[in-house]
């Protein structure tokens, strides 16, 4: 059994940030599963293609060729790693990911992603769903504020403006559809460990998770 770490939990709760230390820390692969939704989305916009054409996009999702290179997540030869991270891809990705087909054509993929020595996974249902036999589950919260509050410094930070009320506006919504939608909403698993993140830092939030992989998994950090 490859050992695989599953990260849950809304936008904006510095999920990305931590598999990425602990896929670092422990030397395992990453996972983030929210890039194949946004670069669906792209795609299905770009293309013209309605988002709630669950038929076409689902063909889509057969032959998205999506790689996470250099750090950045490629199609066809083409860098999206900036393109994908707005807020109307954001928007439009949450659309897409509601079909059920959709979500089983991305399915394999997604699996195939456990290889040794190991791997952190990032997303909405990769502790339910995705990878259920996870040794290890950790779903992260905050409260909708501040996750808004942090979207908002990092779009100042690159020069973009934004309006703070239509962020948390727009993070009600997405959140309201990902954990409504009848397939895979997003949830913790039953065996999740729930950290919210509202008032603490990433190296705290790093910390916190380090302690729970010590408990579980003392082999990984050993190596
Ligand atoms: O994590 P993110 O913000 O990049 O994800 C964008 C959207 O993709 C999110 O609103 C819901 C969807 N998503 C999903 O349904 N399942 C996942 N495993 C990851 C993302």
């Not at 054509?105 to 290889?115: H, S, V, Y």
């Not at 808004?148 to 930070?157: D, G, S």
């Amino acid at each position: 059994m490859i050992p695989v770490i599953t990260i849950d939990g809304p936008s904006g709760t510095g999920k990305g940030t931590l598999m990425q230390l602990l896929a670092q820390r422990l030397g395992w692969h990453a996972l983030d599963s929210g890039a194949l939704y946004r670069a669906l989305a792209w795609v299905a916009l770009q293309q013209g293609v309605g988002l709630d054409d669950a038929l076409v996009l689902t063909g889509l999702a057969k032959n998205l060729a999506v790689e996470f290179r250099q750090g950045g997540v490629w199609l066809n030869g083409e860098d999206l790693s900036e393109a994908i991270r707005t807020e109307e891809i954001g928007l439009a990705a949450s659309r897409v990911a509601a079909h059920p087909q959709v979500r089983a054509a991305l399915l394999d993929w997604q699996r195939a992603w456990a290889r040794p020595p190991g791997l952190v996974a990032d997303g909405r249902d990769m502790g339910t769903v995705v990878f259920p036999e996870a040794p290890l589950k950790i779903f992260l919260d905050a409260a909708p504020e501040v996750r808004a509050e942090r979207r908002y410094k990092q779009l100042n930070e690159k020069g973009l403006s934004a309006s703070l009320h239509q962020l948390i506006v727009d993070i009600r919504a997405r959140d309201a559809r990902d954990r409504s939608r009848l397939t895979a909403p997003l949830r913790p698993a039953q065996d999740a460990i729930v950290i919210d993140s509202s008032r603490m830092s990433i190296p705290e939030v790093f910390e916190r998770v380090l302690a729970e992989v010590r408990r579980v998994l003392p082999d990984a950090l050993s190596q």
